[in-house]
Structure formats: C-alpha cells, structure tokens
C-alpha cells in the first residue's frame, strides 16, 4: 500500500486504490476474483502439480544428468541438454511450459549485445579502455589489472545486467592480460566472478528487480548492503583466483 508492505490482518485493512495483494485461493475465488471490476488480476500462477511418477521420473533425470556430470562422463551442456529431452519424453513438461520457460528476452538482449561486443572490438574502443586501464595500473603487477578488471566487470554488470557485461569484458580481460604478460586464465575467471556479483543495484540481475518491487526497497537499500558484499568478494577474489589460476603462464 503505497509502497509500504503492511502486516495487519487482511480484515482490519481499509483497501484504496492501487494497493497490491498477493493472494493464495481455489479456482472458484479466483475466477470470481477476475469477473469483478473493482479488482484487475495482475498474474497468475498456474497449478503446477504433477503425477508422483512423473514427479519421480525427474527427480531421476535430474540426478542422473548431475552424476554424470560430476564423473566428467559427459560434459555438462551435453548432460543438460539430454536430461531435457528425457524429461520431455517422460511426459515431465509439454510445448507450453517449454515456450514459457524461454527467457526470450535473455535470447534478444544477447543477439543485440554480440553484435554490439564485436564492434566495440573491431572499432579499437576495447584497445583504447584497455590502454586507459593499463595506464592506471602502471607498474604494479598482473594483480592489479586483475583487479582492474574485475572492478570493471563488476560495475558494468550493475548497470547493464551480467551477460552483456560478460560478453563485453572477454575480449577486454584477454587483451589486458596479454598487455601485463600474464596468463589469460585467471582473468577470464574474474570476469565470470565479478559478473556474478551483481548486488549494488536493482537492475544487475533479474533477480534483484523482482524483489525491488514486491519488497518496497528503495535504490539505496541495495547500494547500502550489496556495495561491502562486493567489495568482500572482490578481496576474496584477488586471493584465491592466483591460488588456483597463476597469473604467470
């Protein structure tokens, strides 16, 4: 109600216009529900229940395919792929959860941003951010343009979402670590990373621009708690990818 998340009993509430209720109810209420004009119904969910042998089928199907990932008999792309089709032959999901559970618009943004990510290379604009990052590094290391690179990676992620930025900082990462003499490895790791620390805003991740609303937080609150979340990952980071990936080839 009026973005404030209220938790008195249903009852003792005086509704006004453009207050939001989430409401769990049968198929009775919600039909009437949606035959009334003083409410619009927003969304639905439908039933989701499935029969306990399909529901037993895909809990099989979903171990399987992680077990024989996990034993590196099939890598992991292949595995997904064909535990989904198992799960469609058993029944498990029909061509409308299928179309629905497409995240078209993660497909069109990364149509339009590969394109977009090839420019910025062919065009020299990586050349010359990877030259204006060298310049701030200077002489200190492959350690601090890895974390140039993450903390670059990390701030275009919160204002464009973490596969644009991924798609964008590849190249880049690989450039800067050819720069420095280092081996590319490490810094293709603190891209995928940094692009999975997308806390400080609403907008780095879906996620995040879901619980925006439902929650009533305001674009500081995220600042408030996600910008020391990344700045402890980004320390934890510059540790413990050297550990793992050398920086020297």
């Known amino acids: ?44 969910r439908e039933d989701t229940r499935r029969t306990s042998g ?4 895909a809990v099989l199907i979903m171990a399987t395919v992680v077990l024989v990932s996990g034993l590196h ?10 535990g989904a089709v198992a799960m469609a032959v058993a029944g498990c999901y ?13 497909i069109v ?3 339009a941003i590969l394109p977009l990510g090839t420019a910025i290379e062919t065009s020299g604009l990586s050349h010359t951010l990877v030259q204006a990052g060298i310049g701030l590094v200077g002489d200190h290391g492959p350690l601090a343009a890895l974390l140039l690179v993450y903390l670059l990676t990390a701030l275009l992620t919160e204002l464009m ?19 420095v003499g280092a081996d590319p490895r490490p810094f293709v790791v603190a891209v995928a990373f940094a692009a999975a620390t997308s806390f400080a805003t609403p907008v ?15 674009f500081m609150d995220f600042m408030k708690v996600g910008i020391p979340l990344i700045a402890i990952f980004c320390a934890l980071s510059m540790y413990l990818i050297p550990l793992f990936w050398p920086l020297q080839p």
């Open 73 to 82: 008999w099939l890598p992991i792309p292949i595995a997904a792929i064909s």
């Open 109 to 111: 943004l990364l149509a």
């Open 204 to 218: 780095g991740y879906p996620t995040n621009t879901m619980v925006y609303y439902a929650g009533g937080y305001r």
């Open 54 to 57: 399909r529901a037993l089928a």
């Open 161 to 179: 979402g973490h596969n644009p930025s991924v798609v964008l900082m590849i190249g880049i990462a690989v450039t800067v670590a050819h720069t």
């Open 1 to 44: 109600q009026r973005g404030r998340i209220l938790r008195d009993k249903l009852k003792d509430v005086r509704l006004a216009a453009g207050d939001v209720l989430l409401l769990l109810v049968n198929d009775e209420v919600a039909t009437a529900l949606r035959g009334d004009e003083r409410f619009v119904v927003l969304s639905e």
């Open 94 to 106: 029909g061509r409308k959860d299928l179309y629905q559970g497409i995240d078209w618009k993660i």
